[in-house]
Each structure stands twice: as C-alpha cells, then as structure tokens.
C-alpha cells in the first residue's frame, strides 16, 4: 500500500509538484484555498482525496507538503484556526516548501513541537521549469532526523537536497538565494538593453556572457524568453518582490546592510506599481526598457 501524504497548495508549483508525487508513488489527499484547482488534479487523478480545511489533511496523512504564497498563508494552515495543528498526532511531520520569514517557520516549529509533532522549512528554487521536470533545488532547515525522513519526498520532487541546518536555516538559504537571483535579473536586463540599443544582437550578447564569468542561470533560462518578451510567469514578480522584503527584514534583524538588494526590491515596487506584478521576475527587463525608451530585439 502506497503511503498517503498531504499537500496544500495547488498553484503554479503545487500543481507539477503534486503530478510527481503521485508517478513517484505516493497517494495524496490535498486541499486548496480555491476549489478548481483541487477539481483539476482530480480530473486528472480521480483517486486523489480532497479534504475541505488543513486539519482534514492532517487526519488522513502523517506527512504534509504546504506551498503557499506568504509567512501569514502557511502561519494559518499550519497553527491557525482548523489548522494541521489541530489534528497532529505526535510523530507526524510538516514540511513546509513555501519560501517564508524565517522567524515563522521556527515559530511553526516550536508550536508543533508541544503536541509532539515536527516541520521542516524547505524552500526551493528552480521555478516552475523544475517544479515540472522535478529538478528543484531543495534547502532544509529542521531536525536530522526528520531531514531523512523526508528524504524519498524530496527526491520526487528535487535533484539538488541540502540540509542547512536547524529550524529556519532552509528560509536562510532561500532569501539568499532570493538575492543573487533578483540581482542576476536587474543585472542582465541592463546588459541586453545596453548592449541592444548601441546595436549589438541581444542573442549574441548572451552567448558571450555565458560562455564567461559572467554566466548565469538566469542567462541560460530565461535569456530567451526576455529577449522574445515572454514574461508568462515560472516565478511571479510580486512574488520575489515579497521575498525580498523578507530579505531586508532578515538583514535588519542582523545588522546586515544589503544596499543592492534595497535596490532590486524597489525596483520590483515599480513593475508592481505599473500592474506588472503578475508577470515573470525576469521583466525587471520591461522598466530598463522603459527607462532607455529601448525594446531589445527592435534595432532603434
């Protein structure tokens, strides 16, 4: 009998990340803020259960997978009202793969930890290209022992399976992640409008830099779809934007001055602003264009 295990949230990661559960073997019983999203996985998997709150979740699978937008959606669906709190058995284990404050996933962490149960904080990368493919980079912060357990799920779901250390560390991890990766996109979108609008092919500019020091992920994912103007989103803007914030809030607590990243983080304000949010990180790109009055792949 296959094991059963939870999985709330069924958005542009969860959907995929579901579908590679349930080929790695597992059976799920899910639940969503939105109902047609739970109704699509079972038009696609009938034998999926659906369970109505997060603490139905909880009493059909000892282990539970969240992916969530924000700190406050997994506080609620963790310990909240009718939360996974509320019908935890000890042993059971949360693993929370949503990217959130540090300080809440060891708030969760130490709540759960009263009624016997535990949580992992384990964030990802890869977008939803690797959430698809199940290539993610998964870092995890919480208990060794349970780092383990959790090992054959995360193997589903992840090439790259890093335990960073206690309850927090895999946020930690992720808001640095969330650094360099803003940076990168800032960064290489001024590079292909400066190069662009001086005459050069944008196509040419990212064959050169990725063949150098200057090669980047971002380059090699997303490179193509910036200069075609395809920001249809593998990670939201408004998204990074919050992560961001976490990013600052974390390096206040720290006494860590992160000027760069204070940067980026209003620079995601204005594609924000400009009702550009829902669109892929990388169109950062859109306001530099904006800015030099430039379209890369349109010689002006």
């Known amino acids: 009998m296959s094991e059963t295990v939870g999985l709330i949230g069924l958005g542009l990661m969860g959907r995929p990340m579901a579908r590679n559960l349930i080929r790695a073997g597992y059976s799920l019983v899910v639940n969503n803020r939105s109902r047609g999203a739970v109704d699509d996985l079972l038009a696609e998997y009938p034998d999926v259960v659906a369970a109505t ?13 969240t992916m969530l937008p924000d700190s406050t959606d997994v506080e609620r669906v963790a310990i909240g009202e009718n939360g996974l709190i509320q019908e935890m058995q000890p042993g059971d284990l949360l693993i929370d793969m949503s990217t959130i404050a540090p300080a809440t996933s060891r708030e969760i962490f130490e709540s759960l930890r009263f009624v016997g149960a535990s949580s992992l904080d384990a964030p990802v990368s890869g977008g939803d290209k690797g959430a698809i493919a199940g290539t993610l980079s998964i870092m995890v912060g919480g208990r060794e022992a349970d780092f383990e357990r959790a090992r054959p799920l995360f193997e589903a779901l992840g090439t790259t ?6 309850a927090g560390a895999g946020q930690v991890v992720k808001a640095c992640n969330q650094v360099v990766v803003g940076i990168a996109y800032q960064a290489v979108s001024e590079a292909l409008v400066l190069g662009s609008k001086a005459g050069v092919d944008p196509r040419k500019i990212i064959e050169v830099l990725d063949g150098g020091l200057a090669s980047t992920a971002v380059l090699r994912l997303r490179g193509e779809s910036m200069i075609n103007g395809d920001f249809e989103p593998g990670g939201r803007a408004e998204l990074h934007l919050k992560d961001l914030g976490i990013v600052l809030e974390t390096g206040k607590s720290l006494n860590v001055p992160l000027p760069v990243s204070s940067v980026v983080k209003q620079k995601y304000a204005e594609l924000q602003a400009l009702n550009r949010g829902h669109l892929d990180h990388s ?4 306001l530099v264009e904006d800015q030099a009055n430039h379209k890369i792949g349109r010689m002006t």
């Not at 709150?53 to 997978?65: D, M, Q």
């Not at 399976?161 to 206690?166: A, M, P």
């Not at 169109?283 to 859109?286: E, G, H, K, W």
């Open 53 to 65: 709150t997060p603490a139905e979740v909880a009493k059909h699978a000892r282990t539970v997978i």
């Open 161 to 166: 399976i890093t335990h960073c250390g206690d």
């Open 283 to 286: 169109a950062l790109l859109t």
